[in-house]
């Protein structure tokens, strides 16, 4: 009889990223990954994933492959402080990281088998004061980037269609579009 291990793949922060969004496209109207904001309200902060409902309510997730990207992230300014998200969550592999250790206010999703539903392992605070004019950023940077910069400007009426970009922004009711990742000159 011979025992064969079976091989566990690594997760990776591609893999975390994908995940976060299916979730949050579960309950969000519009989800946005790895997309900075432009103009004068960047603060550095590129979210991994952000969803908005269809108010103003959003969800940031961070999403850490490794303990000591976590510990690393999570001195960030904007991580204690004014950072986006309304919740905010980071989103690391079973074991990475522990409740307790995400900064005030904060929650920890975990990924655990491959399940596209995270596990909650602590809720976050709501949180009172966030960047909201980066979140704008964000968002009016995805349809310029959709829109192509027309001069007459972004009028949406198509819900999908193909590009070859990376970024992915989610639609309700599960349509994905790929949002062009350069950035406007």
Not at 78 to 91: A, D, L, V
Not at 100 to 119: Q, T
């Amino acid at each position: 009889m011979s025992k064969t291990k079976k091989k566990v793949k690594k997760i990776t922060h591609q893999d975390l990223i994908e995940s976060a969004a299916r979730w949050l496209r579960s309950f969000n109207a519009v989800v946005i990954t790895e997309m900075s904001g432009s103009g004068g309200w960047n603060s550095g902060e590129i979210p991994d994933a952000i969803g908005w409902d269809d108010g103003s309510i959003t969800t940031l997730v961070e999403c850490k492959a490794s303990r000591s990207d976590f510990l690393t992230d999570r001195k960030k300014p904007h991580r204690s402080g004014i950072g986006m998200g309304t919740r905010r969550y980071y989103f690391t592999p079973e074991g990475v990281a522990h409740g307790w250790e995400v900064p005030p206010g904060w929650g920890l999703l975990e990924y655990k088998n491959k399940v596209w539903h995270p596990k909650i392992v602590k809720h976050p605070l709501q949180q009172q004061f966030k960047n909201w004019p980066h979140e704008a950023s964000i968002l009016c940077s995805a349809l310029r980037r959709i829109g192509g910069l027309r001069k007459e400007g972004v009028s949406v009426k198509v819900y999908q269609w193909p590009t070859k970009n990376t970024a992915t922004l989610g639609v309700k009711k599960g349509l994905a579009l790929k949002i062009n990742q350069e950035e406007e000159k």
